[in-house]
């Protein structure tokens, strides 16, 4: 931890650091999953499938900045590299290959659905271990994530 003026106590602050990390490396992966879809979708609704995964990888690479950012702002380091995110993501990992719509969608859907469960399961630790700040990032991910999650589902037939 760098030295820092903020006036979270250090364990708190290192703490916050290292679950935001762990849930970086999984932003990281599911922004990589969600545009190997976006690359490789096929079907008679390519185009605003196609479309659809790269709105939600925008939303997605933002939700990575807003971690990273927080984790620098506590005064530690944003372990963000592709080699760490490899080793370290939490989500499930994505079948390569081209499919169609309803793969790609069903695979999203799960990709999106464990990353929300773990970020609501993030805002709980963080408000237990005294960081509201960092509970009220992931309760704005989950939200988000939920919002995503809708408009992937969307396209699964009930």
């Not at 903020?6 to 602050?13: G, K, P, Q, V």
């Not at 999953?33 to 659809?52: C, D, S, T, Y």
């Not at 069903?106 to 929300?116: D, N």
């Not at 271990?129 to 988000?144: C, L, N, P």
Request: charged share 25%.
């Amino acid at each position: 931890m760098y030295q820092t003026s903020n006036t979270l106590s250090e364990n708190i602050r290192t703490k916050s650091a290292e679950l935001l990390n762990r849930h970086l490396a999984a932003a990281i992966d599911l922004h990589a999953q969600v545009k190997q879809a976006h690359w490789n979708v096929r079907g008679p609704a390519f185009i605003a499938i196609h479309e659809l995964f790269d709105k939600v990888a925008d939303a997605v690479e933002g939700y990575s900045d807003t971690i990273a950012e927080r984790a620098a702002a506590l005064g530690g380091t944003a372990e963000g590299t592709v080699q760490v995110a490899a080793k370290r993501s939490f989500l499930e990992q994505y079948k390569l290959g081209v499919a169609d719509e309803k793969a790609h969608i069903a695979a999203l859907t799960a990709a999106l659905a464990g990353f929300g469960d773990a970020a609501r399961k993030a805002i709980d630790e963080a408000a237990a271990f005294g960081d509201a700040d960092t509970s009220d990032v992931f309760t704005e991910m989950s939200r988000g994530i939920d919002y995503q999650l809708w408009l992937v589902e969307s396209h699964l037939k009930p």
